[in-house]
Nanobody, 124 residues
Framework: QVQLVESGGGLVQAGGSLRLSCAAS????????MGWFRQAPGKEREFVAA????????YYSDSVKGRFTISRDNARNMMFLQMNTLTPEDTAVYYC?????????????????WGQGTQVTVTS
């Protein structure tokens, strides 16, 4: 069973930046794409960004494209999300997970339980 631990969230003013980290244990995820997701209060969890197993391909939701950058370090079994130019609409709990394939696909079902997530709060 893969365990995922997210960290790096916090309280930031609009226009600010944060860098989220995702640490995986229980299995090496270098053969799998990984992704970030978020859930705002009263809303469903939504896709934010994904990265292929090698890191050579990345995918973003339209709402974060150009502001967020996803990356990974397979040697450390970790993934990151650099978030710039944050807006109050980015306020949510952010989660990471992996895909059962080396590349992103849209019809996503998490192969392992969600972690606790990390809270990101952006004030105006």
């Amino acid at each position: 069973q893969v365990q995922l631990v997210e960290s790096g969230g916090g309280l930031v003013q609009a226009g600010g930046s944060l860098r989220l980290s995702c640490a995986a244990s229980g299995r090496t995820l270098s053969n799998y794409a990984m992704g970030w997701f978020r859930q705002a209060p009263g809303k469903e969890r939504e896709f934010v960004a994904a990265i292929s197993n090698s890191g050579s391909a990345t995918y973003y939701s339209d709402s974060v494209k150009g502001r967020f950058t996803i990356s990974r370090d397979n040697a450390r079994n970790m993934m990151f999300l650099q978030m710039n130019t944050l807006t109050p609409e980015d306020t949510a709990v952010y989660y990471c997970n992996y895909y059962n394939a080396p590349l992103y696909y849209s019809d996503y079902e998490p192969p392992t339980a969600w972690g606790q997530g990390t809270q990101v709060t952006v004030t105006s």
